[in-house]
């Protein structure tokens, strides 16, 4: 049984009152080049051409970016097993997540890390942590960090309904507000842990409600409503800035794709995929921006031309960078450099 | 030149870094408001602040997992358990994140951390007792450094807050040579003389990979850690005044880079070694230092190794049981026999 989402609904539209267009484009795009580079992966792993293995995030593009949308450039994230929209997202280099991916030199993580572990420092992607829960802590510590040396950054931690199972998201929940530390962290509630559903493994499974327990405001949005998205997040984000602590924000959302790669989700009806097919986040935003006269379809389909075009121009860019050597790992082991 | 504690060179090596960087901090369990469990942060909370000086929940994968946050983002934190078999509360958090994070990030992320804590049989049973260092020599990515004098510890621990990787940093219990806060006996060692020793108030590096040949000699090679050390040098100093034996005792100081030449080199002048240390002795200290001399210094050796550790137990409670458990002064020496017959 899903969660019955009352806010997923194609008879909702979204609201953009008093969002700027710009930012509403940008959504747009950042969405859709988060889903284009997962559609191409999926092809590319279907032709063999790529190594390894990588979990999509399709259908959830919408808290990615609506979260990351509140957030300063040097802000912090963490990020999960199913992480490519987070980097998108968090503006992470599209030629070096491809690179990545196809185990090249060139790579956001030097072919060191792959799917699961893209990272990129500077762009405050503390990493794609792939065990499940292991982020939370990590980003409340950047939380923490951030406190100590008075940077005014936020950290957020992405993770799956999956998680909040885990230890980890106890522990570190009670302390950043215990501590009252810069945090957000955010439940990307697809419905399915692999194929366990929510309320097969949690026992309350309106997870937002768990929040109180460590008295902080927990709230529930519609994940696939990227701008609900945003305005929640940067509440919690002032709030957090503000130094009055943490948020949980719980995003429902759907996993349309399977858990990973060729995954065929038998444990779930067809029909109820389809279902969450028409409140794709892209296309509400999308219909929102035409609807509300902030953009024409042929400018909508410019921006979808061009992140095709981005997404060429980066495999072709990876096809063209250089394989990880054998040896190449023996530099990365620890970290001998002085200063 | 003052004398200090074990206790008191961890405590002053701290105290000094966190004078001089001001991204270091502590956190753990009740290392604040109370000094530490055994007493090693003494006076810091109030020296540095909470800022500096976290007094956790008992969270040790969470806070664990902080320690590693704020290690990615310009800190230096030195995260303490209060035992070290409390580490394994927060085993992924070492072993998974820590430790990997430099790799799987093809080397952008430094990790600057600092896990310390004591260990070792001090008749409290099998969850406060055990000795962890082979976990952690089997993780790549992690440094293990293992003291056995004060001296030493305020030199390595230096070095270790100073490394840019996730440091393992092992007390001993019975090593501390502090009473608890709570004004309790120090726990100690009758086979060690004076637990206390000179060290220079001013900072200084012991790096890691130097062993240090505690007490040189040519006719047997005993590479010894922590308590063991003592041991070792106990059963050294009665061979040579009664028998005229002449042990060299090294202490490799840290396990994780292990200083592979010093103990080759004198397992080469001696032909004989004895490996202790008080962890289980099935895949441990012993078993990888015994297969580097054995592969490195086959034809040298007169007499197959002989390891001395822990028997492959759970440290037991009762006191009689726990000392046969662990290696004492007579498994030493009789393992020094057994080489020399």
């Avoid at chain 1, 300063?72 to 990020?79: A, E, G, H, N, W």
């Avoid at chain 1, 121009?313 to 990876?318: E, L, N, P, R, S």
């Amino acid at each position: 049984m899903q969660v019955d989402m009352p806010y997923a609904s194609a008879s909702q539209p979204i609201d953009i009152s008093r969002i700027e267009t710009p930012l509403l484009l940008r959504m747009y795009r950042k969405m859709l080049e988060a889903r284009e580079f997962e559609e191409q992966l999926y092809y590319l792993f279907l032709t063999g051409t790529m190594p390894g293995t990588m979990h999509q995030a399709t259908g959830q593009e919408g808290v990615a970016v609506g979260v990351m949308s509140a957030l300063r450039p040097d802000d912090y994230i963490t990020s999960t097993h199913r992480g490519h929209a987070h980097c998108v997202a968090k503006d992470v280099s599209i030629n070096d997540m491809m690179a990545e991916m196809f185990a090249k030199r060139e790579g956001s993580c030097r072919g060191m890390g792959g799917s699961m572990h893209l990272t990129d420092f500077n762009k405050g992607m503390l990493g794609a942590f792939a065990i499940v829960g292991a982020g939370i802590p990590i980003a409340a510590g950047a939380a923490l960090s951030a406190r100590v040396r008075k940077s005014g950054q936020v950290a957020v931690s992405f993770f799956g309904d999956g998680a909040v199972n885990e230890g980890t998201f106890h522990e570190t929940l009670n302390m950043a507000s215990l501590w009252k530390l810069p945090a957000l962290f955010v439940i990307e509630n697809n419905q399915y842990a692999l194929s366990m559903t929510v309320a097969e493994s949690s026992a309350q499974p309106e997870l937002h409600c768990r929040a109180c327990a460590y008295d902080m405001p927990g709230l529930r949005v519609d994940g696939n409503n990227v701008v609900e998205v945003y305005r929640a997040a940067q509440d919690a984000a002032a709030r957090a800035r503000a130094g009055e602590g943490p948020t949980l924000l719980e995003c429902v959302t759907y996993r349309i794709r399977g858990h990973a790669r060729f995954e065929q989700s038998a444990y779930r009806d067809a029909q109820e995929v389809e279902r969450w097919k028409q409140v794709d986040p892209i296309e509400r935003l999308g219909a929102a921006l035409l609807r509300e006269q902030r953009a024409t379809e042929a400018q909508l389909e410019e921006i979808r031309a061009e992140v095709v075009r981005l997404l060429e121009d980066a495999i072709a860019y990876a096809k063209t960078c250089t394989d990880v050597g054998p040896e190449d790992y023996l530099a990365y082991i620890t970290d001998e450099t002085g200063g | 030149m003052r004398r200090l504690s074990m206790a008191g060179a961890i405590r002053e090596a701290m105290i000094q870094e966190m004078q001089a960087d001001s991204s270091i901090i502590l956190m753990g369990e009740d290392v604040g408001k109370f000094g530490g469990a055994f007493h090693v942060s003494h006076g810091m909370l109030e020296m540095f602040g909470a800022e500096r000086v976290w007094d956790t929940p008992i969270s040790e994968a969470g806070f664990t997992g902080l320690g590693i946050g704020a290690a990615l983002t310009g800190l230096r934190p030195i995260v303490e358990y209060q035992y070290l078999d409390f580490i394994f509360c927060a085993m992924d958090q070492v072993v998974n994140q820590a430790a990997k994070i430099r790799l799987m990030t093809g080397g952008h992320a430094r990790v600057p951390l600092v896990f310390r804590g004591p260990q070792g049989a001090t008749g409290r049973g099998a969850q406060h007792s055990q000795s962890v260092e082979a976990w952690f020599m089997h993780t790549p990515g992690m440094k293990v450094v293992c003291p056995s004098t004060p001296y030493d510890a305020k030199g390595l621990l230096v070095s270790a807050i100073r490394d840019h990787n996730p440091v393992l940093f092992i007390e001993h219990k019975m090593l501390y040579g502090a009473a608890s806060p709570g004004g309790g006996k120090a726990v100690s060692d009758s086979s060690i003389q004076d637990i206390g020793q000179d060290v220079p108030e001013e900072r200084y590096i012991i790096p890691f990979g130097k062993a240090d040949i505690k007490r040189a000699g040519k006719d047997v090679t005993i590479i010894a850690t922590m308590i063991m050390l003592h041991r070792a040098l106990a059963v050294a100093a009665e061979l040579e005044a009664k028998e005229g034996i002449s042990c060299e005792v090294i202490d490799p100081r840290s396990l994780v880079p292990l200083d592979n030449a010093t103990i080759l080199n004198s397992v080469r002048k001696t032909h004989r070694a004895v490996i202790v240390s008080e962890d289980v002795t099935r895949a441990g200290v012993g078993s990888e230092l015994a297969s580097v001399i054995g592969y490195e210094a086959f034809y040298d050796l007169d007499a197959p190794i002989e390891r001395v550790g822990c028997a492959d137990t759970p440290i037991p409670f009762g006191p009689a049981s726990e000392k046969h458990a662990v290696p004492q002064t007579s498994d030493i020496l009789a393992a020094v026999r057994r080489v020399l017959d």
